[in-house]
């Protein structure tokens, strides 16, 4: 013990000394970002929007620090949101000032954090206490808020925060009016009698009207107000003339559109309580003017992908109406579409170029794998039909999303009755347009899941899909900045097995190709029997069956019992050669290296025998 | 300097061929393999596959710190505590050798055989590659994190080894101070700590933690003060290690 003791005193004070320089490099930490897309780094946007400061920022960070009582992960994300901070500041060159307020050391502190707007939160666990976390931005007399951060808000931040100081700093903010055929700002009728986002507004309408000045307009409106940046339209089902016309002169006159078509709305179909998948119930928006941008469009049919058929359980059953098209489908060239990892189209439609009018360019923005259909919509919705159907038609890939930019012409010649004076036939000005061939993937039940929040158990939406993003980058795209496109392309989902999903697509498509002809020959065997039951009742021999009939019948039976019995196989089987992967994977990975170097070893051991 | 290096490389040689000629090396990689195998792919604990996300972070990176705490005293109990009992110690000293070589000699070999183990788990890597596209700086920078890791815990086994000539004592106490400095930023026990913890001490028991620096590369952050909190475990176990032996 005599001898150790004073290692012991050597090994604390070498200790201390260690941790005290500890402490020193850490004012001094530097950090390299070695993630895809450099996640935790200022992305260029926010290092433009920052550089071009033209007016002071004050930024209140609201963190009750002194408070001993906290959430670990809630001083961790508070310890990184300070990071953040600092690193915006540092790179403003003195534009941006961050201000910390700890409401947990006065009184008055926790009252201006109230004034400010910052919101407790009070976590779930009753040993701890109450806690602000929160941010306020000032830019002269104009102030914005984020009033809670939470884990799930962290990734998002650095985009709230420059989506934030971009609002304030801007002199004129970009005007966005919307029409849709379809409750997007959440009012309890259509949403053409609504003109204001409330709360029950799909995220989708709640962050346009955050970011910009948004307008709702009339379902019917006559005219475009010219003050209008951009418009954006959701699922234009029989749409009037006049609204049509309006927004062609719109275009003509150099505006900006953001166009969602759909052959099935889902959305409208559940907001007017639909039940059947006839003919008449099915909601589809027809928008007449695409003819004449070039772009060819069939209202009347949806396309099915089983390529990048959607996973609809949790057996990861595949359902090739919904459309889930990734990296590989999607622009790379292109800022609205570039990095997002994921976006998903339930019944979703097809887009062509047709005859595309002089000085106007396309780009296809994403589509549809090589094996997709187009099928007739009133047959989508029954598997038996659409499989028939499907193998009447050719496969082939269709663009889904287009962005044609240039100068049009007007879809209305000088007779038509909805023609005004100042009727224009050829736009003066290039024009931008951005189509969509869904609406349903704005709608948040689509795109996202509703979780726990880890510290207050508040109920929070969590990003499934990417379509929000995409939305949002198309506006940000249309109204001309870039630099907050890139910031929020750096909020991405975290990448899949891509080879599990095309693997489990092929076998599923043939397994439904089975199913389907299966499913057929059940089909004709049960009208057979049932023919034979009538046949035994009008033959006029009463309850007596002919012993031919009887073995006719018993061996229906069994085909009809064996069929049943494959059917439940190929459902048991739908994802059989994922499992197989999985089991050959897990092997390679927990039994070959092992085995390898139990090999050397041996041979080591052989070796030194010999010798 | 010649001389220096010869010595140095003759003895993590040495070092090396001891653990190669003894079935511990192929017990100890056979052993961490299987079982980080089946932590990652299991069922109810990495679920790698089943989760079907292209990201080694949660199935694989998260039990290394569990995992080493266990193996790494198992490698690191016989550096010293061997030669002690054996009484080696002293015929080692003998050599044209001084103790600083022989601890960093030593400790070298020991870091080598740790790299082994990560490098073996590296199908893994290729697995996530050819299932999906998966972020690969993040999984490069989680793998130096780990080795960090693992190598500062190989120190302060080193210093355990050096106190005691019984290997299990060496062992228990590695494993000890391991899930103390692994515990002390987890946080369930911060939880309990602040009831009784001032918060400048507990800010400092969070920052001597292995878990937040640990947990920066495994996110992709590569930071200068991460590097340095291992490299001065790393420093302090291979300094206190020497004064140790010089004292004996």
Redesign the interface.
């Known amino acids: 013990m005599k001898?150790?003791f004073?290692?012991f005193v050597?090994?604390t004070f070498?200790?201390v000394f260690?941790?005290a320089?500890?402490?020193i490099?850490?004012l001094?930490?530097?950090?390299?970002?070695?993630?895809?897309n450099h996640?935790?780094s200022l992305s260029e946007g926010s290092k433009h929007i920052l550089t071009n400061l033209d007016e002071d920022v004050l930024i209140n960070f609201v963190y009750t620090e002194?408070e001993?009582?906290l959430?670990?992960?809630t001083k961790?994300l508070a310890k990184r949101i300070e990071e953040l901070l600092k690193t915006l500041s540092e790179e403003s060159d003195g534009r941006l000032v961050i201000r910390k307020i700890d409401p947990s050391r006065e009184r008055e502190l926790k009252w201006a954090a109230t004034v400010l707007g910052v919101e407790e939160q009070v976590p779930h666990r009753d040993?701890n206490e109450p806690f602000f976390l929160g941010l306020s931005l000032h830019v002269g007399t104009k102030t914005d808020l984020i009033s809670t951060v939470t884990p799930e808000d962290e990734g998002n931040l650095e985009y709230q925060i420059m989506s934030k100081i971009k609002r304030l700093t801007r002199i004129k903010i970009p005007k966005v009016g919307l029409i849709a055929g379809v409750n997007v700002v959440g009012s309890n009728a259509f949403s053409y009698e609504q003109d204001k986002v409330n709360k029950n507004a799909w995220e989708y309408a709640k962050a346009l009207d955050k970011d910009y000045d948004l307008k709702v307009l009339n379902y019917d409106t006559k005219v475009i107000p010219l003050d209008i940046d951009l418009l954006v339209v959701i699922h234009p089902e029989s749409m009037k003339r006049q609204t049509l016309y309006a927004i062609d002169q719109y275009i003509l006159e150099g505006g900006s559109l953001l166009l969602y078509v759909d052959p099935a709305s889902m959305t409208a179909m559940r907001d007017n309580s639909v039940a059947s998948f006839g003919e008449q119930q099915i909601r589809k928006s027809d928008f007449y003017l695409l003819k004449s941008w070039g772009i060819d469009y069939d209202a009347s049919k949806t396309l099915v992908d089983p390529e990048n058929a959607m996973a609809v359980d949790a057996r990861h059953k595949k359902d090739p109406t919904g459309i889930e098209l990734g990296?590989k489908s999607l622009q790379q060239e292109s800022p609205v579409t570039k990095n997002l990892q994921k976006i998903v189209m339930p019944f979703g439609g097809a887009l062509a170029i047709g005859d595309v009018p002089k000085g106007v360019n396309i780009q296809v923005l994403a589509e549809s794998s090589l094996s997709s259909k187009l099928v007739p919509t009133t047959e989508v919705f029954d598997p038996h039909k659409r499989q028939l159907s499907m193998s009447k038609i050719p496969a082939k890939s269709y663009p889904m999303i287009i962005h044609l930019s240039g100068n049009f012409l007007s879809a209305f010649s000088h007779d038509d009755p909805e023609v005004t004076d100042n009727y224009i036939k050829e736009s003066q000005q290039r024009a931008n347009i951005i189509v969509v061939a869904d609406s349903d993937l704005l709608e948040d039940s689509i795109w996202s899941q509703r979780s726990l929040d880890r510290i207050t158990y508040k109920t929070i939406r969590q990003k499934r899909f990417d379509n929000l993003i995409l939305g949002q980058n198309a506006v940000n795209y249309l109204l001309g900045g870039k630099e907050l496109i890139s910031i929020r392309n750096k909020v991405l989902s975290?990448?899949?097995?891509?080879?599990?999903e095309q693997l489990r697509n092929q076998s599923q498509e043939q397994l439904r190709v089975e199913f389907a002809s299966l499913q057929k020959r059940i089909e004709v065997t049960s009208e057979r029997l049932r023919e034979l039951y009538k046949a035994k009742g009008t033959s006029g021999q009463g309850f007596v069956i002919s012993p031919e009939a009887l073995a006719e019948r018993e061996k229906l039976k069994s085909a009809l019992d064996e069929m049943y019995i494959e059917k439940e196989r190929l459902d048991k089987n739908l994802n059989y050669s994922v499992d197989q992967l999985?089991q050959k994977?897990?092997w390679?990975?927990?039994?070959?290296?092992?085995l390898l170097?139990?090999l050397?070893?041996f041979t080591?051991w052989q070796l030194?025998k010999l010798k | 300097m010649t001389t220096w290096l010869h010595n140095f490389k003759c003895l993590a040689k040495r070092e090396l061929y001891s653990y190669?000629?003894s079935?511990i090396?192929?017990i100890f990689?056979?052993m961490f393999?299987?079982i980080i195998?089946?932590f990652?792919?299991g069922d109810s604990l990495g679920n790698f596959?089943?989760l079907?996300?292209?990201?080694l972070e949660l199935p694989f990176f998260t039990w290394h710190p569990w995992l080493f705490m266990i193996f790494v005293p198992a490698i690191g109990m016989r550096l010293w505590s061997e030669e002690l009992s054996k009484g080696t110690l002293e015929l080692l000293l003998t050599m044209p050798i001084n103790i600083k070589q022989a601890v960093l000699a030593k400790y070298f070999a020991g870091a080598f055989m740790l790299f082994l183990v990560l490098f073996?788990?590296t199908?893994?890597i290729w697995?996530v590659n050819?299932?999906?596209?998966?972020?690969?700086?993040?999984i490069?920078?989680a793998y130096l994190g780990s080795f960090l890791m693992a190598a500062a815990f190989l120190s302060i086994s080193s210093?355990c080894s050096a106190?005691t000539e019984n290997q299990v004592s060496s062992f228990i106490l590695t494993l000890v101070i391991c899930l103390l400095m692994i515990l002390s930023g987890f946080?369930p026990i911060?939880?309990i700590l602040?009831?009784y913890v001032p918060?400048q001490l507990?800010n400092?028991i969070?920052?001597?933690s292995i878990y937040?620096h640990y947990a920066n590369f495994q996110?992709?952050?590569?930071?200068?003060?991460d590097c340095?909190?291992f490299l001065?475990?790393i420093?302090?176990g291979l300094?206190?290690t020497q004064?140790?032996l010089r004292?004996?």
């Open positions: 001898k150790v004073p290692s050597y090994g070498l200790a260690l941790i320089l500890c402490s490099i850490s001094f930490n530097r950090k390299i970002d070695v993630t895809k996640r935790y002194s001993k009582r959430p670990t992960s961790q040993n990296v975290v990448p899949t097995f891509t080879k599990v999985g994977l897990l390679l990975n927990v039994g070959l290296a092992p170097i139990l050397f070893g080591v030194r | 190669f000629c079935p090396a192929y990689l056979v393999l299987i195998g089946i990652t792919f596959y089943k079907g996300y292209a990201d073996f788990t199908p893994l697995t050819f299932l999906g596209e998966p972020d690969n700086g993040k490069l920078s210093v106190l946080p911060l939880h602040r009831e918060i507990l400092l969070e920052q001597v937040p996110k992709g952050i590569v930071s200068l003060y340095f909190y001065a475990v420093i302090w300094l206190t004064h140790i004292k004996k």
